[in-house]
């Protein structure tokens, strides 16, 4: 299984709404990143995980908060956002950090915020 | 500003023949050089990578290149297949890693 996925697919949301992404593996990777990706543009990186302990925060704003449960498990918790963060969220995981060369990515989340 | 370029948003070659795909660089420092491929409603799928130490690196029917003096790498796709329309992402970086905003190849059947 080298399947990462996210849920939902869609979402939208107004500004004063608390909702969270959330992205699962199960192959056994030890790294897990958040992107966000806006139209025409490159994914840009927000959060490392490795072995659940965020590593890397790439100035990211406090409305995101990033969690990682457990070792399968990210998520994304969104609160306040802005109508400039609807964009497209992907997750990825690599077997570990030094192993980032190689990262899975899924589908993505398309976030709307109205 | 962007670390990664590709200055090709699109590219459309006939099937059978050679597609090329280029990215530029600009950081010397870079490990590490990946290529992307992804299809519509889906996240990007690892092609290839090439380390800095290479200046080669094929499978199957995919090849990058890395000329660390230009600090250009390129993805050949020989033969091109209609399955392999899709939009391309360059990706350089060590540990941290920096996308191109990709460049949608059509291969016409």
């Known amino acids: 299984d080298t399947e990462v996925t996210q849920t939902p697919k869609h979402l939208v949301m107004g500004m004063t709404n608390k909702k969270s992404l959330k992205c699962e593996q199960h192959?056994?990777?030890?790294?897990m990143y958040w992107y966000k990706q806006k139209a025409k543009k490159p994914p840009e990186l927000m959060f490392v995980?490795?072995?659940?302990?965020?590593?890397i925060n790439e100035s990211v704003p406090s409305r995101f908060s990033p969690e990682c449960p457990n070792s399968s498990l990210l998520n994304l918790h969104l609160h306040a956002l802005q109508p400039e963060d609807s964009a497209l969220y992907l997750c990825?995981?690599?077997?570990?950090?030094?192993?980032?060369?190689?990262?899975?990515f899924g589908p993505g989340t398309r976030l709307t915020v109205t | 500003d962007q670390q990664v370029k590709q200055n090709s948003p699109s590219l459309s070659v006939q099937e059978g023949r050679i597609s090329i795909l280029n990215c530029d660089y600009t950081?010397?420092?870079?490990?590490?050089f990946l290529w992307y491929k992804k299809y519509p409603a889906e996240g990007p799928t690892f092609l290839i990578s090439?380390?800095?130490?290479?200046d080669k690196n094929e499978d199957g029917r995919f090849t990058v290149f890395l000329n660390k003096s230009a600090k250009h790498l390129s993805l050949h796709i020989v033969p091109s297949q209609p399955g392999d329309s899709a939009v391309y992402f360059c990706?350089?970086?060590?540990?941290?890693?920096?996308f191109g905003t990709g460049t949608s190849l059509t291969v016409i059947p």
């Open positions: 990825a995981s690599s077997q570990d950090w030094a192993r980032s060369y190689e990262q899975y």
């Open positions: 192959m056994g990777h030890r790294a």
């Open positions: 995980y490795s072995y659940e302990k965020l590593s």
């Open positions: 950081n010397s420092m870079f490990d590490y």
């Open positions: 090439i380390s800095s130490i290479k």
């Open positions: 990706a350089a970086g060590g540990h941290q890693f920096y």
